[in-house]
């Protein structure tokens, strides 16, 4: 078969898919257009500002969210795993993840609440479609690549861009979705069963060791919660995040303001 392929009386076909399910969602765009409209009220410093940088922080983080998820599907799409694209995992759509509350609702509390940018297990791949382990380990990659990406672009503005205009509670929020991203990627990082960092490893486990991570995994939210919540486990973790955070120049004191302004139900 071609790359493209359109049959008598159908829609065009892409890789054997109807190119509609690799369009961008309305769900989708719509976020993206609040996103700019929020951060355009922030920057400009109209209304009210905490509620614009509310918007601007809760939409970025979904449009990432988003992004994440789309990250591990298209790489198993190209892998050979053509169910990400008729489960609609390709249009960027949240409303299609397989489980939206984990996905879309709980990170965003842990964000509004906690400070966190908890990563969510939302799209389903069909390992069985996709040959050899290094493609797997590559789709289990793919996620958090767009979190560390993310991480080094929005310092890198915030660095180069932030003296030259723009409301410093603008910049709270623009630096606290840096520090979502950084406490993202490095969760996503972690060796935890079910989390990206445990699937990236699971292909290459002998089979007991992979059977035992199976058994694990669908309890990998409740594991990675219990280990942080130990103190001294805890403590370490986010020491070495707020060490990464200044090694990149991430200002604390500016993400920490961008904490406290999207908490508006606080006077």
Same mark, same amino acid.
């Given at each position: 078969?071609?790359?493209?392929?359109?049959?008598?009386?159908?829609?065009?076909?892409?890789?054997?898919?109807?190119?509609?399910?690799?369009?961008?969602?309305?769900?989708?765009?719509?976020?993206?257009?609040?996103?700019?409209?929020?951060?355009?009220?922030?920057?400009? #410093? +109209?209304?009210? !500002?905490?509620?614009?940088?509310?918007?601007?922080?809760?939409?970025?983080? =979904? *449009? @990432? %969210?988003?992004?994440h998820e789309y990250a591990h599907a298209v790489v198993a799409f190209r892998a050979g795993d053509r169910s990400v694209a008729h489960r609609g995992y390709l249009t960027l759509n949240p409303l299609k993840y397989s489980?939206?509350?984990?996905?879309?609702?709980?990170?965003?509390v842990?964000?509004?609440?906690?400070?966190?940018?908890?990563?969510? #297990? +939302?799209?389903? !791949?069909?390992?069985?479609?996709?040959?050899?382990?290094?493609?797997?380990? =590559? *789709? @289990? %990659?793919?996620?958090?690549?767009?979190n560390v990406l993310f991480t080094l672009v929005l310092?890198?503005?915030?660095?180069?861009?932030?003296?030259?205009?723009?409301?410093?509670?603008?910049?709270?929020?623009?630096?606290?979705l840096a520090f979502l991203q950084l406490t993202a990627s490095v969760l996503n990082l972690l060796p935890v069963p079910g989390l990206d960092g445990g699937n990236m490893l699971q292909p290459w486990l002998s089979p007991p060791y992979r059977r035992m991570y199976d058994l694990f995994a669908p309890y990998g939210f409740i594991l990675l919660f219990a280990l942080l919540w130990n103190p001294a486990i805890g403590e370490r973790f986010f020491g070495g995040v707020f060490a990464v955070a200044d090694l990149l120049g991430l200002p604390s004191g500016l993400y920490a303001l961008g904490l406290d302004l999207i908490r508006i139900w606080r006077p």
């Open positions: 078969m071609t790359a493209y392929d359109r049959p008598g009386d159908g829609e065009p076909l892409v890789l054997g898919v109807p190119r509609a399910a690799l369009r961008p969602s309305p769900v989708f765009l719509g976020l993206v257009a609040l996103f700019v409209t929020c951060g355009v009220l922030a920057w400009q #410093g +109209a209304g009210n !500002v905490r509620l614009a940088v509310f918007g601007f922080v809760v939409t970025g983080w =979904l *449009v @990432s %969210l988003c992004l489980h939206p509350l984990l996905s879309v609702v709980l990170p965003v842990v964000v509004l609440l906690g400070g966190i940018g908890l990563p969510g #297990g +939302a799209v389903w !791949v069909d390992r069985h479609a996709i040959p050899g382990r290094l493609r797997h380990t =590559l *789709v @289990s %990659l793919a996620g958090p690549a767009t310092v890198a503005v915030l660095r180069l861009v932030a003296p030259g205009g723009g409301t410093l509670e603008f910049w709270a929020g623009w630096a606290l």
